[in-house]
């Protein structure tokens, strides 16, 4: 019913940017809020940042001042701009969002991307 899409995901020197881009198509009715994840080797994915429609934003500690989230309500789509990479942030990085679909009741539910690769190495 929803299908959530990232991009711009790669492999970076450390200092290094890259943009996430995650669109969400489909039976859409309402987007609510949307997230970012991340995944690093044998740790549990965890939530890094979050944006309600409203445009309130909030980031991990352990990444203010270097990423930052926004979204695009008109296409769907939630962002991450990642600056001055780390060897740290390396990590499979997921969307999520929480979505309201057409149907009896606007059925709601959380869907995932498929996840991106970010790598960080000199």
């Known amino acids: 019913q929803v299908q959530l899409v990232e991009s711009g995901g790669g492999l970076v020197q450390p200092g290094g940017s890259l943009r996430l881009s995650c669109a969400a198509s489909?039976?859409?009715?309402?987007?609510?809020?949307m997230g970012w994840y991340r995944q690093a080797p044998g740790q549990q994915r965890e939530l890094v940042a979050g944006?309600?429609?409203?445009?309130?934003?909030k980031d991990a500690d352990s990444v203010k001042g270097r990423f930052t989230i926004s979204r695009d309500n008109a296409k769907n789509t939630v962002y991450r701009q990642m600056n001055n990479l780390k060897p740290e942030d390396p990590a499979v990085y997921y969307c999520?969002?929480?979505?309201?679909?057409w149907g009896v009741g606007a059925p709601r539910r959380a869907y995932w991307g498929q996840g991106t690769q970010v790598t960080v190495s000199s």
């Open positions: 944006i309600i429609s409203g445009g309130s934003t």
């Open positions: 489909g039976s859409i009715l309402s987007i609510f809020a």
């Open positions: 999520n969002s929480d979505v309201a679909t």
